[in-house]
C-alpha cells in the first residue's frame, strides 16, 4: 500500500493529501494515518542521517506524527508543498534531540566486534567523518538524495533552492564527499 501511495504522489496526490490534512485538523485519525503511511518512511530516513541512529530515528518519526495531531493546525499551503513542510518539523525534532543528547555527559563507549561487522562499523565512521568535512549546503543535498531517497525536486522545494542548485549542490558535493574519503583512505574501490 505505501508503494503505491508513493507512486500516486509521483502523478500527484495533492488533493489527497490536501484531504487528509483537512480531517487530520477536524481530529480524523484516518487522516493521519494516511500522512504516515504517505510520508512516514520519507520522514525515518531524513531522521535517521541526522540523527545516525537507526532506532532513535523510528521512535523520532512516531514522535513527529504524534506532534502532528497538535501542529497541524498551524499549516498552511502558502506556496510550500506538505512535504517539505513536515521534513522541516522531523528536522526540528531531530536537532532538539541531538540537542538534548550534547546537555548529557557520557563516558565513551568501546565497541568490539570483529569481521563484517566491524568493516560495517569502519565504513559508517568513515562516511561519517567525509559527510562532516563536506560545506553545509552541500551535506543537506547528498543526505536528502542518497539517504532519503528525494528526487531533486523536492531537494528544491525543502530547501528552497532552485532544481539547477540543487543539481549543482549534489555534484558538487558528490565530489568533495569522494575526495575526502579518498582523504581517510576510505574511498570505495572501483574497476579498472
Request: net charge positive; hydrophobic share 40%; charged share 30%.
Amino acid at each position: 500500500m505505501t508503494r503505491q501511495i508513493r507512486q500516486s504522489n509521483e502523478g500527484g496526490d495533492s488533493e489527497l493529501v490536501d484531504s487528509a490534512i483537512a480531517r487530520v485538523k477536524e481530529g480524523d485519525m484516518s487522516g493521519l494515518h494516511f500522512l504516515y503511511v504517505r510520508y512516514g518512511e520519507d520522514v525515518r530516513r531524513y531522521v535517521d542521517s541526522i540523527v545516525r541512529d537507526h532506532h532513535e530515528a523510528e521512535d523520532l518519526t512516531q514522535s513527529v506524527f504524534l506532534k502532528l495531531i497538535s501542529v497541524i493546525k498551524g499549516y498552511e499551503p502558502r506556496g510550500v508543498p506538505f512535504a517539505a513542510w513536515l521534513l522541516r518539523v522531523a528536522r526540528n525534532a531531530a536537532v532538539d534531540s541531538l540537542r538534548a543528547k550534547w546537555a548529557l555527559p557520557s563516558g565513551d563507549i568501546w565497541i568490539k566486534d570483529e569481521g563484517r561487522d566491524r568493516i560495517a562499523f569502519e565504513r559508517r565512521e568513515s562516511l561519517k567523518a567525509a559527510l562532516a568535512l563536506l560545506p553545509h549546503e552541500q551535506r543537506e543535498v547528498v543526505v536528502l538524495r542518497y539517504v532519503s531517497g528525494l528526487p531533486p525536486r523536492e531537494i528544491a522545494r525543502v530547501l528552497q533552492k532552485t532544481q539547477s542548485s540543487v543539481h549543482g549542490l549534489q555534484h558538487r558535493g558528490r565530489r568533495a564527499l569522494r575526495a575526502a574519503l579518498e582523504e581517510l583512505d576510505a574511498a570505495p574501490l572501483t574497476a579498472s
